[in-house]
Protein backbone atom coordinates (compact mmCIF):
# COMPACT_ATOMS: atom_id res chain seq x y z
CA UNK A 1 0.00 0.00 0.00
CA UNK A 2 1.54 3.19 -1.09
CA UNK A 3 1.03 6.65 0.80
CA UNK A 4 -2.23 7.89 -1.66
CA UNK A 5 -4.08 4.44 -1.58
CA UNK A 6 -3.53 4.91 2.85
CA UNK A 7 -5.02 8.62 2.66
CA UNK A 8 -8.40 9.33 3.38
CA UNK A 9 -9.60 11.55 0.10
CA UNK A 10 -10.77 15.23 1.59
CA UNK A 11 -8.74 16.40 4.13
CA UNK A 12 -5.63 17.94 3.64
CA UNK A 13 -2.45 16.00 4.52
CA UNK A 14 -0.17 16.71 7.43
CA UNK A 15 3.53 16.86 6.67
CA UNK A 16 5.86 17.15 9.43
CA UNK A 17 8.10 20.12 8.50
CA UNK A 18 11.83 18.58 9.28
CA UNK A 19 10.41 16.04 11.66
CA UNK A 20 8.08 18.54 13.68
CA UNK A 21 10.19 21.02 14.32
CA UNK A 22 8.54 22.73 17.03
CA UNK A 23 8.03 19.50 19.09
CA UNK A 24 10.90 18.06 17.97
CA UNK A 25 14.74 18.81 17.54
CA UNK A 26 14.55 19.63 13.90
CA UNK A 27 15.61 16.81 11.13
CA UNK A 28 16.94 14.16 13.67
CA UNK A 29 16.32 10.63 13.78
CA UNK A 30 14.37 11.41 16.86
CA UNK A 31 12.41 13.68 15.10
CA UNK A 32 11.48 11.02 12.18
CA UNK A 33 11.18 8.12 14.80
CA UNK A 34 8.18 10.18 16.91
CA UNK A 35 6.53 10.55 13.33
CA UNK A 36 6.17 7.02 12.67
CA UNK A 37 2.88 5.33 13.79
CA UNK A 38 1.94 9.14 14.74
CA UNK A 39 -1.21 9.26 12.34
CA UNK A 40 0.60 12.08 10.17
CA UNK A 41 0.71 11.50 6.47
CA UNK A 42 4.09 12.65 6.19
CA UNK A 43 7.63 13.89 7.11
CA UNK A 44 9.77 16.45 5.32
CA UNK A 45 13.43 16.81 5.37
CA UNK A 46 16.21 18.05 3.63
CA UNK A 47 19.28 16.73 1.27
CA UNK A 48 22.88 17.97 1.31
CA UNK A 49 25.96 16.70 0.31
CA UNK A 50 29.15 15.85 2.67
CA UNK A 51 32.59 16.40 1.07
CA UNK A 52 33.16 12.61 0.68
CA UNK A 53 29.46 12.77 -0.83
CA UNK A 54 27.57 11.06 1.71
CA UNK A 55 24.19 12.35 1.86
CA UNK A 56 22.82 14.17 5.40
CA UNK A 57 20.13 15.30 6.26
CA UNK A 58 20.32 19.00 7.53
CA UNK A 59 18.41 22.07 6.15
CA UNK A 60 21.10 25.34 6.17
CA UNK A 61 24.01 24.56 3.62
CA UNK A 62 25.73 26.28 7.06
CA UNK A 63 26.20 24.10 10.26
CA UNK A 64 25.96 27.22 13.14
CA UNK A 65 22.63 28.00 13.02
CA UNK A 66 21.33 24.68 14.57
CA UNK A 67 24.58 22.14 15.56
CA UNK A 68 27.51 23.09 17.23
CA UNK A 69 29.63 22.94 14.31
CA UNK A 70 30.91 25.50 12.15
CA UNK A 71 31.20 26.18 8.38
CA UNK A 72 29.36 24.98 6.12
CA UNK A 73 27.92 21.48 5.69
CA UNK A 74 29.66 20.78 2.04
CA UNK A 75 33.38 20.95 3.82
CA UNK A 76 32.78 18.57 6.36
CA UNK A 77 33.06 14.64 5.65
CA UNK A 78 30.51 12.35 6.96
CA UNK A 79 32.38 11.32 9.76
CA UNK A 80 32.87 14.64 11.13
CA UNK A 81 29.25 15.55 11.10
CA UNK A 82 28.17 12.76 13.08
CA UNK A 83 30.50 14.19 16.11
CA UNK A 84 28.22 16.91 16.04
CA UNK A 85 25.14 17.60 17.95
CA UNK A 86 21.70 19.44 16.38
CA UNK A 87 20.80 22.09 18.99
CA UNK A 88 18.08 20.34 21.23
CA UNK A 89 19.47 17.02 20.77
CA UNK A 90 22.26 14.08 21.78
CA UNK A 91 23.06 13.25 17.63
CA UNK A 92 24.63 15.07 14.73
CA UNK A 93 22.90 14.86 11.41
CA UNK A 94 21.72 12.21 10.19
CA UNK A 95 22.81 10.21 7.06
CA UNK A 96 19.86 10.15 4.34
CA UNK A 97 20.03 5.77 4.64
CA UNK A 98 19.46 6.14 8.32
CA UNK A 99 16.69 8.60 7.99
CA UNK A 100 14.90 6.27 5.07
CA UNK A 101 15.58 3.11 7.57
CA UNK A 102 13.67 4.74 10.31
CA UNK A 103 10.88 6.57 8.21
CA UNK A 104 10.93 3.45 5.85
CA UNK A 105 8.66 1.43 8.67
CA UNK A 106 5.50 3.11 8.10
CA UNK A 107 3.96 2.77 5.25
CA UNK A 108 1.38 5.78 5.30
CA UNK A 109 4.42 8.36 5.60
CA UNK A 110 4.84 9.97 2.30
CA UNK A 111 8.89 11.14 2.59
CA UNK A 112 8.74 14.94 0.98
CA UNK A 113 12.66 15.01 0.45
CA UNK A 114 13.95 18.64 -0.92
CA UNK A 115 17.38 18.97 -2.58
CA UNK A 116 19.61 21.66 -0.70
CA UNK A 117 21.95 23.77 -2.55
CA UNK A 118 24.84 24.35 -0.77
CA UNK A 119 27.10 27.42 0.46
CA UNK A 120 27.61 28.86 -2.85
CA UNK A 121 23.95 27.97 -4.08
CA UNK A 122 24.68 24.95 -6.14
CA UNK A 123 22.53 21.69 -6.05
CA UNK A 124 25.42 19.09 -6.80
CA UNK A 125 25.74 17.28 -9.57
CA UNK A 126 23.88 13.87 -9.53
CA UNK A 127 22.32 14.95 -5.99
CA UNK A 128 18.65 14.12 -7.36
CA UNK A 129 19.77 10.97 -8.84
CA UNK A 130 21.62 9.80 -5.98
CA UNK A 131 18.38 10.65 -3.56
CA UNK A 132 16.32 8.64 -5.96
CA UNK A 133 18.81 5.31 -6.02
CA UNK A 134 18.67 5.12 -2.28
CA UNK A 135 15.02 5.65 -1.89
CA UNK A 136 14.65 2.55 -4.75
CA UNK A 137 17.08 0.54 -3.04
CA UNK A 138 14.80 -0.28 -0.27
CA UNK A 139 11.73 -0.23 -1.90
CA UNK A 140 10.30 3.66 -1.24
CA UNK A 141 9.96 5.33 -4.47
CA UNK A 142 6.65 5.59 -4.50
CA UNK A 143 6.76 6.70 -1.36
CA UNK A 144 8.87 9.80 -2.32
CA UNK A 145 7.58 13.39 -2.71
CA UNK A 146 10.95 14.83 -4.61
CA UNK A 147 11.09 18.74 -3.26
CA UNK A 148 12.70 21.70 -4.78
CA UNK A 149 12.64 26.10 -4.81
CA UNK A 150 14.40 25.12 -8.20
CA UNK A 151 11.70 23.64 -10.89
CA UNK A 152 14.71 23.00 -13.40
CA UNK A 153 15.54 19.94 -10.35
CA UNK A 154 12.21 18.86 -10.58
CA UNK A 155 11.52 18.78 -14.50
CA UNK A 156 15.04 17.01 -14.83
CA UNK A 157 13.94 14.45 -11.88
CA UNK A 158 10.67 13.80 -13.87
CA UNK A 159 12.66 12.60 -16.78
CA UNK A 160 14.72 10.79 -15.40
CA UNK A 161 12.54 8.79 -13.13
CA UNK A 162 8.79 9.22 -14.97
CA UNK A 163 6.01 9.37 -12.57
CA UNK A 164 8.16 10.38 -9.47
CA UNK A 165 6.18 13.32 -7.13
CA UNK A 166 7.63 16.38 -7.10
CA UNK A 167 6.66 19.62 -5.20
CA UNK A 168 7.73 22.81 -6.03
CA UNK A 169 8.36 24.98 -3.27
CA UNK A 170 7.20 28.89 -3.60
CA UNK A 171 8.00 31.82 -1.65
CA UNK A 172 7.37 35.36 -2.20
CA UNK A 173 11.05 36.87 -1.73
CA UNK A 174 12.48 34.71 -4.34
CA UNK A 175 9.34 34.19 -7.34
CA UNK A 176 10.31 37.54 -8.40
CA UNK A 177 13.33 36.38 -9.72
CA UNK A 178 12.39 34.01 -12.45
CA UNK A 179 9.51 36.31 -13.42
CA UNK A 180 6.51 36.43 -10.62
CA UNK A 181 4.25 33.91 -8.83
CA UNK A 182 2.70 33.11 -12.28
CA UNK A 183 5.55 32.11 -14.02
CA UNK A 184 6.60 29.89 -11.76
CA UNK A 185 3.60 27.88 -10.57
CA UNK A 186 2.68 27.80 -14.14
CA UNK A 187 5.77 26.13 -14.55
CA UNK A 188 5.25 23.94 -11.63
CA UNK A 189 2.00 22.93 -13.33
CA UNK A 190 3.75 21.73 -16.85
CA UNK A 191 5.71 18.75 -14.56
CA UNK A 192 3.42 16.35 -14.44
CA UNK A 193 1.79 15.85 -11.17
CA UNK A 194 3.91 18.49 -9.49
CA UNK A 195 2.55 19.61 -6.34
CA UNK A 196 2.51 23.88 -5.77
CA UNK A 197 3.68 24.16 -2.33
CA UNK A 198 3.36 27.97 -1.60
CA UNK A 199 4.46 29.91 1.97
CA UNK A 200 1.31 30.16 3.78
CA UNK A 201 0.69 33.79 3.58
CA UNK A 202 1.69 33.91 -0.54
CA UNK A 203 -0.86 31.18 -1.30
CA UNK A 204 -3.72 33.50 1.30
CA UNK A 205 -3.46 36.10 -0.74
CA UNK A 206 -3.75 34.50 -4.10
CA UNK A 207 -5.93 31.76 -2.56
CA UNK A 208 -8.85 32.27 -5.75
CA UNK A 209 -6.71 32.38 -7.87
CA UNK A 210 -4.62 29.16 -6.99
CA UNK A 211 -7.70 26.86 -6.26
CA UNK A 212 -8.90 27.50 -10.01
CA UNK A 213 -5.50 26.66 -11.60
CA UNK A 214 -4.35 24.32 -9.89
CA UNK A 215 -7.27 22.04 -7.95
CA UNK A 216 -6.06 19.25 -6.15
CA UNK A 217 -2.24 20.32 -6.00
CA UNK A 218 -2.35 23.21 -4.16
CA UNK A 219 0.23 22.84 -0.72
CA UNK A 220 1.00 25.21 1.78
CA UNK A 221 4.23 25.80 4.52
CA UNK A 222 4.56 26.53 7.29
CA UNK A 223 1.04 26.52 8.42
CA UNK A 224 2.11 26.76 12.62
CA UNK A 225 -0.30 28.83 14.64
CA UNK A 226 -3.82 27.47 15.52
CA UNK A 227 -6.12 29.84 13.79
CA UNK A 228 -3.75 29.74 10.30
CA UNK A 229 -3.83 25.68 10.75
CA UNK A 230 -7.76 25.80 11.09
CA UNK A 231 -7.92 27.91 8.29
CA UNK A 232 -5.80 26.06 5.87
CA UNK A 233 -7.80 22.49 6.79
CA UNK A 234 -11.17 24.00 5.86
CA UNK A 235 -9.68 24.84 2.53
CA UNK A 236 -9.40 21.66 -0.72
CA UNK A 237 -5.40 21.89 -0.19
CA UNK A 238 -3.20 18.77 -0.96
CA UNK A 239 -1.14 19.32 2.16
CA UNK A 240 -0.08 21.12 4.69
CA UNK A 241 3.37 21.44 5.84
CA UNK A 242 3.79 22.32 10.05
CA UNK A 243 6.30 22.39 12.40
CA UNK A 244 3.14 21.41 14.71
CA UNK A 245 1.81 17.96 12.80
CA UNK A 246 0.68 16.66 16.53
CA UNK A 247 -1.71 20.04 17.09
CA UNK A 248 -2.48 19.94 13.22
CA UNK A 249 -3.55 16.30 13.16
CA UNK A 250 -5.37 16.93 16.44
CA UNK A 251 -7.50 20.29 15.00
CA UNK A 252 -7.98 17.62 11.84
CA UNK A 253 -9.09 14.62 12.93
CA UNK A 254 -11.11 16.27 16.05
Given amino acids: MNSD ?37 GVEFDVHQARDGVLIIHHDAWLDRSTDGHGAVAVHTA ?15 PRLDDALEALGTDPRL ?9 HRGRVPDGLVQ ?14 LVITSFRADDLERAVTTCPGLRTALAIQLSTSWMVGGLEVLVER ?59 LALRLRDD
Avoid: M
Avoid at 86 to 93: I, L
Avoid at 110 to 118: A, G, M, N, S
Avoid at 131 to 138: F, K, Q, T
Fill in 79 to 93: QALAALKVRGAAEGP
Fill in 188 to 246: GLRIPGCVISLESLLARTNLEWLLEIAPGRLGVWNADDEDDLRFWLGQPVRQIITDRPT
Fill in 5 to 41: QAHLPGRPRIIAHRGGAAEQAQNTLGAFRACVGSGID
Fill in 110 to 118: ELHLEVKTD
Fill in 130 to 143: RCLEAAAARGLTDR
